[in-house]
């Protein structure tokens, strides 16, 4: 029930009959996509092996898989040489996330030391979720066009500036991009023109030493979604 699918573009992309998904590999060897019903599943609900004479073009491997929508969370199983000194970490065992995916659904066991370990880590891995971009309603928003002489820029931590009660910021929305634009306004009055966000993309809350968080979010490990 699955069709070649195309190349272009990278990702999950949503059609009206189903979802085409193009991964880049230049040596894997084999590539399955995987279908979950929840982030924690600890086994795929369908497992599509992606034949490299029809689901290959070049480096790019695709295929196109009818009646899949928006929200369906997907990963990769990817065989392929296990040589570090060459900088190849093929692990078929481990579920990868698409890097060109647009949402990510984390576990709520999720564990970053079991994917550096030996063994599956299906059920506690980061997964990608297929998301349909073109829904999006910009409400008729444009660029400011703000020269850059009279630019002023708030460099900022989204969630951190606006968590706190002092923010004024309504319960349900502190720490939010919702709280963010609850205080454009103030923003405003100080005279700043510009915001500049630190990492919004989906990053790793494990990336850090023991006993602390990935507060920050450098080291994105999607940089398509964000966190």
Same mark, same amino acid.
């Given at each position: 029930?699955?069709?070649?699918?195309?190349?272009?573009?990278?990702?999950?992309?949503?059609?009206?009959?189903?979802?085409?998904?193009?991964? /880049?590999?230049?040596?894997?060897?084999?590539?399955?996509?995987?279908?979950?019903?929840?982030?924690?599943?600890?086994?795929?609900?369908?497992?599509?092996?992606?034949?490299?004479?029809?689901? $290959?073009? /070049?480096?790019? %491997?695709?295929?196109?898989?009818?009646?899949?929508?928006? =929200?369906?969370?997907?990963? /990769?199983?990817?065989?392929?040489?296990?040589?570090?000194? $060459?900088?190849? $970490?093929?692990?078929?065992?481990?579920?990868?996330?698409?890097?060109?995916?647009?949402?990510?659904?984390?576990?709520?066991?999720?564990?970053?030391?079991?994917?550096?370990?030996? =063994?599956?880590?299906?059920?506690?891995?980061?997964?990608?979720?297929?998301?349909?971009?073109?829904?999006?309603? %910009?409400?008729?928003?444009?660029?400011?066009?703000?020269?850059?002489?009279?630019?002023?820029?708030?460099?900022?931590?989204?969630?951190?500036?606006?968590?706190?009660?002092?923010?004024?910021?309504?319960?349900?929305?502190?720490?939010?991009?919702?709280?963010?634009?609850?205080?454009?306004?103030?923003?405003?009055?100080?005279?700043?023109?510009?915001?500049?966000?630190?990492?919004?993309?989906?990053?790793?809350?494990?990336?850090?030493?023991? =006993?602390?968080?990935?507060? %920050?979010?450098?080291?994105?490990?999607?940089?398509?979604?964000?966190?």
């Amino acid at each position: 029930s699955v069709r070649p699918g195309s190349s272009h573009p990278l990702g999950a992309s949503v059609a009206r009959d189903g979802v085409n998904f193009s991964v /880049y590999s230049k040596n894997a060897e084999a590539v399955e996509l995987l279908f979950f019903d929840a982030a924690e599943a600890p086994q795929p609900a369908r497992v599509i092996s992606l034949d490299r004479r029809r689901h $290959r073009t /070049y480096h790019y %491997w695709h295929v196109f898989v009818p009646g899949v929508k928006a =929200g369906q969370i997907y990963g /990769y199983r990817v065989r392929g040489p296990s040589d570090p000194a $060459r900088g190849h $970490r093929f692990d078929p065992q481990k579920v990868l996330l698409d890097p060109y995916g647009r949402a990510v659904s984390v576990p709520p066991g999720y564990d970053r030391n079991v994917a550096a370990a030996p =063994g599956d880590n299906t059920a506690v891995a980061m997964k990608s979720v297929v998301a349909s971009s073109g829904r999006y309603n %910009w409400d008729g928003d444009r660029p400011l066009r703000h020269p850059y002489a009279k630019t002023v820029i708030y460099e900022m931590h989204l969630a951190g500036f606006t968590r706190h009660p002092n923010s004024g910021v309504s319960a349900d929305k502190r720490g939010t991009y919702a709280g963010l634009i609850e205080k454009i306004p103030y923003l405003q009055d100080l005279g700043i023109t510009a915001v500049e966000l630190l990492p919004v993309f989906q990053f790793d809350p494990q990336d850090c030493p023991p =006993g602390r968080v990935n507060y %920050w979010g450098y080291c994105p490990v999607s940089f398509f979604a964000p966190h």
